[in-house]
């Protein structure tokens, strides 16, 4: 199935969670989550199925001053 990540489209299992798909992009903490502009805090990535035409963010802290 295709969902979005960050703006690109990816094909991915039917299956797949969250925790699955971090894992797999190489994503690396910190970081937050939102799915169709829904923030998914981090203890229900693993439990949290991603479906088609998923929107999803993946946001990483910027420091500066």
């Known amino acids: 199935m295709q969902v979005f990540l960050n703006k690109q489209a990816r094909t991915i ?3 797949m969670t969250v925790a699955e798909l971090l894992l797999q ?10 799915i169709n502009t829904n923030f998914i805090p981090k203890n229900m990535h ?4 991603l479906h088609e035409g998923d929107q999803i ?3 990483s802290p910027v420091t500066g001053g």
Do not use: D, G, L
């Open 25 to 34: 992009e190489k994503f690396q903490a910190p970081f937050a989550v939102a």
């Open 57 to 59: 963010e993946v946001i």
């Open 13 to 15: 299992s039917t299956t």
């Open 46 to 49: 693993a439990t949290t199925t």
